[in-house]
């Protein structure tokens, strides 16, 4: 994967250069596009993958269809979907991509590093340490604008609410740690790193990085907050941030650790700041096959009330008040910028080989309502549709559309990923409307939209 600064247009003279998939290429947008409120929708892919990658261990073939992009596609007038080469894998959370605030950058982590022709193998991958900077504010001409080294092995990247840093999970084979790295759109500075065992995290000793894991971290919406799923301990972490006079910051406990369900993959700060929105997988890290990691019974998420803001350093208290199902093996979550609308993107068997009992074609949406008020979350209905692996998912400006990415699909005859989406419905009628799919190139896992 050669790392290029170049955007390509996805038609399809450009895809017979190899660029991605011949079938997304001859695709014009589908007309509900044009409803989903944003300026732009941003997809990442890994092409070194495949959805038995899981289950082998086997990189894909080397070939021009399979490439790490960051596709743009903009749904408004005049349309257009073009791709950018930029690093990245499939095997971290799906937050290894992030918008700025003012939605004029991309920010893209990398867990494995780019691959060379010699390797065949996932375990031959080495760790990922690059960041990259991509600059969309011109949607239909993205380029790469700057790049940082972090890390290694980096799972995910958040910005913060004013947009001046990133919150970087990074997992060494000695460390787990939350990274700090100062950012002025393209320009991106030396990352701050903080070890989780010297933020009150207690190491086991024997286990690797001492039994700590940091899988996710987000910002709180005021941005003197920060969360960390531990997913190996089944707990978030909550921590304060505060800047200091040479422009670096300090974090410290905020609470006590907060037990919730098995393996915390991923999580949400809610929109009013008083809640947070742990998705808890529910994996087993003992099982040495990928059927026996993946749980038969339903992911669930844990609803996190917090301590007032004023109450901070130990003594503030979190408190999970509502633990609802979701689907099995949900992997993405989103809430929409109102509060209002909550999904998570179920995975559930499709990564299995289809000769296993347990093999499924159909993945789902799980759709919910949150009242902040009255710390409520109500599930609405789980919503199945045909894709293998499907990971991220957010929803636009409104809350009136969601969309989930899709890595493959059973019957394809060519590479090709995709993004679902679906039509929210509104009070009278909650629920989701499927409405399509918009073809990206293969091996895609978030999508995020621009304001």
Not at 369 to 380: M, N
């Amino acid at each position: 994967m050669n790392f290029l600064s170049t955007a390509f247009p996805l038609a399809a003279g450009v895809f017979a250069l190899g660029l991605a998939s011949p079938a997304a290429a001859d695709e014009a947008l589908p007309a509900f596009a044009s409803q989903i409120d944003a300026k732009a929708i941003a997809v990442i892919s890994d092409g070194d993958f495949r959805a038995r990658s899981y289950r082998d261990g086997e990189l894909a073939a080397l070939s021009p269809e399979r490439r790490d992009l960051l596709t743009l596609i903009r749904p408004g007038r005049p349309a257009s979907r073009v791709a950018i080469p930029v690093s990245n894998s499939v095997t971290a959370p799906p937050e290894v991509m992030a918008i700025s605030p003012d939605g004029g950058f991309v920010y893209v982590a990398e867990r494995l590093g780019q691959r060379s022709e010699s390797v065949q193998r996932v375990r031959d991958l080495a760790p990922g340490r690059r960041i990259s900077a991509i600059d969309i504010r011109d949607p239909a001409k993205p380029k790469i604008a700057g790049t940082a080294e972090a890390g290694p092995m980096l799972e995910s990247v958040r910005v913060s609410p004013d947009g001046r840093f990133l919150a970087l999970t990074a997992n060494s084979a000695e460390e787990a740690m939350v990274q700090i790295l100062p950012t002025n759109d393209s320009r991106l500075g030396v990352p701050q790193s903080f070890k989780l065992a010297e933020l009150g995290i207690a190491r086991r000793e024997g286990a690797p990085r001492g039994g700590i894991d940091a899988s996710f971290a987000d910002w709180h919406p005021s941005g003197r907050f920060l969360s960390v799923n531990l997913n190996t301990r089944n707990q978030v972490l909550f921590l304060e941030v505060t800047s200091m006079a040479d422009g670096r910051v300090r974090l410290t406990p905020w609470g006590v650790p907060v037990e919730v369900g098995r393996d915390p993959f991923v999580g949400r700060f809610t929109p009013d700041g008083g809640h947070y929105l742990s998705a808890d997988w529910g994996r087993d890290f003992e099982a040495r096959t990928l059927e026996g990691r993946l749980p038969s019974t339903p992911s669930r998420l844990s609803l996190i009330k917090l301590a007032p803001r004023e109450r901070t350093g130990p003594s503030a208290r979190h408190e999970v008040v509502a633990r609802v199902d979701s689907d099995r093996s949900s992997e993405g979550l989103a809430i929409s910028r109102d509060g209002r609308h909550v999904a998570t993107v179920n995975m559930r068997e499709t990564a299995l080989a289809p000769d296993s009992p347990r093999y499924t074609r159909q993945a789902s949406i799980s759709y919910f309502r949150f009242d902040a008020g009255r710390s409520a979350l109500t599930k609405i209905g789980d919503y199945p549709f045909e894709g293998m692996l499907p990971e991220g998912g957010s929803f636009d400006a409104t809350g009136r559309h969601f969309l989930a990415t899709v890595f493959e699909y059973p019957d394809g005859t060519a590479p090709q990923g995709g993004v679902e989406v679906w039509r929210v419905g509104g009070a009278g009628q909650p629920g989701l409307t499927h409405l399509g799919r918009i073809a990206v190139p293969h091996g895609a896992h978030h999508v995020e939209l621009t304001p």
